[in-house]
Each structure stands twice: as C-alpha cells, then as structure tokens.
C-alpha cells in the first residue's frame, strides 16, 4: 500500500479502514436478513462503525468535538431503540411475525 | 526508550486482536440464524469496539460505549428477543433469496474496496496538512479526558445537550403511548372484577 498504509505503524488510516468494513459488514446484514430485529442490530453495527470514524478524526485532528457528536449519536440510539423495539412488539403482535418481506401492509397489497 | 519500543510493538497486536474480534463477531451477527446468537455476538462487537476506543486515547467513549451500548441497549434487544419467543421456523426462511444475499455481498464487498482504497492514502494526507486542534494527546494526559470532554460538552454543546434530555423524554412518551394500547380494558384485572 505504500508508505502511507504501514501496517505495524498504527494510524489513523487503521481505523478508518476498520469503521468502513464494519460500515459495509452492517449494510450487507441489512440487505441480505430478512428478520426485523436482527436488521435492527445491523443498524447498531452502522452506527458504531460511524462512531469510530469519528473519533479516529476528532483524534487526529486534536480535537474533541468528534467525540462529544459520538455522546448524542449514543444517546440517539438509545431512544431509538426503545421506540424501535417496542414499535417491533406490536408489528409482532400484530402479525405474528418478523418477516419485513411479509410486513408490506403500507404497499396498499394486503 | 525501551517502553516505547515496547508500546510501538504492543499497540499493533492490540489493534489488530480488537479488529478481527470486532469483524469476526459482526459476521457472526449476520450469519447467525438464531436472533439471540446475533444479539450475544453484536455484545462482543461492543466490546471490541470499546478497546479501539481506549487504543486511540478516547476512554471517554469507550465508557459509554460499554455503559449504553452493551448495558442499556443489548439488554433491552435480548429482553425483546425473549419476550417475543419466536418460534424455529422462523429461522429457517433468513437465506431463501440466495440470488439477492449474493448479490448485497458483492456490492458491499466492491463498496469496501473504492472507499478503503481511496481512504488508505487520502486520510494520512489530510492529517498531515489539515489545520490541528489544541486537544493533543498532551493535553488530555495533563488534565484529563473526562474534563476536556466535559468542558466541551457544557460550554459548546450545551443546547444540543439539553435537546439530548428532551428527545429521550419524548422518546419515553412514546413508548408508553406506543404500549397503551396493548393493554385492554376488558383483560385487566379492574375490568374482571366489574
């Protein structure tokens, strides 16, 4: 990769690379399952991957703003899954299932 | 200078250990058919994910990261899941689109090799020439990270904080509106006795 990817010498690059494969890791597991919760924690794998990228900038730049935006992204996904989860257990009691290829009511083809 | 060749040997090993356990057990998440497998091996993401923190000098963080994340939020996934009981055929149908999952793979897969080959030379450079900040690593050591952050958090981001509180309020709101509804009047206990 050149002098600017060395892989003993840990940079910033490092994590960046890291949260860009998580990113992608969490994007294939939203495409590819089909069970509504586990596409929930594939968001959660999302977010965090963003979260890294942004304390590794906020760290390489000297700075702490990055981290305090990690602070509210945390606690954005913390509501987020209490709405979420809890819209999750009246969709399952609804129609007994978690299947988003079943759960397509809003399309108008029930 | 010997406890910095020893750091500079140290650190890679760490990174690299955290690294393939955080990738390792986010595919375990995929790939688990059984949504609990999924929800005890995103925990373990968590963690990872913490120890990066703590490797790029953000401890802060990486103390949400295990109170919030792997306290509060798993907590209440692995409730959900268990509270739902779903029952085993619904694990079966997660891989019946082969055709798409193949196809989500490949796309992100091309997607993690454009953005990864265009960061692995433009973010060294960026550090190099982008304007710097004044929270070094230096700076952190003198006074802590807890204060630094803290002194962020309450003086430039203090509106935005206070929004913080007011959007979990609203967020419990809705969840008891949301559950209101569960609840019938005919089952309680009230409407038995009358």
């Given at each position: 990769m050149g002098e600017s990817m060395n892989l003993m010498n840990i940079t910033q690059t490092h994590y960046i690379v890291l949260s860009v494969l998580l990113f992608c890791i969490g994007a294939a597991g939203v495409l590819i399952r089909r069970n509504a919760i586990v596409i929930f924690l594939c968001v959660e794998i999302m977010l965090n991957a963003v979260n890294i990228a942004l304390v590794a900038f906020s760290r390489g730049l000297d700075q702490n703003r990055g981290e305090v935006f990690v602070f509210f992204v945390i606690a954005v996904a913390a509501a987020e899954s209490a709405i979420g989860l809890s819209l999750l257990i009246l969709l399952f009691r609804q129609k007994?299932?978690?299947d988003v290829d079943e759960i397509n009511s809003l399309k108008g083809n029930l | 200078m010997d406890s910095t060749a020893l750091i500079s040997f140290i650190k890679p090993v760490v990174f690299y250990t955290f690294a393939a356990t955080a990738v390792l057990s986010a595919i375990m998440v995929i790939v688990s058919k059984n949504p609990l497998y999924s929800a005890v091996n995103l925990v373990l993401t968590f963690f990872s994910i913490a120890g990066i923190y703590v490797l790029m000098g953000a401890e802060v963080i990486a103390v949400f990261q295990i109170l919030v994340?792997?306290?509060?939020i798993m907590v209440l996934v692995i409730f959900v899941i268990m509270f739902l009981n779903l029952r085993p055929s619904l694990f079966k149908i997660q891989f019946k689109h082969v055709f798409r999952s193949g196809l989500a793979v490949v796309f992100m897969t091309a997607l993690f090799a454009i953005i990864a080959s265009l960061f692995s030379k433009g973010v060294g450079v960026y550090m190099e020439h982008a304007q710097k900040g004044e929270i070094t690593q230096a700076a952190i050591d003198a006074e802590g990270g807890f204060q630094l952050f803290s002194r962020a958090l309450f003086t430039e981001f203090l509106l935005p904080f206070e929004l913080t509180s007011l959007l979990l309020t609203v967020a419990i709101i809705g969840v008891v509106v949301l559950i209101r509804?569960?609840?019938?009047p005919g089952v309680s206990k009230k409407g038995q006795e009358k």
């Open positions: 007994k299932t978690l | 994340y792997a306290g509060a509804g569960m609840i019938k």
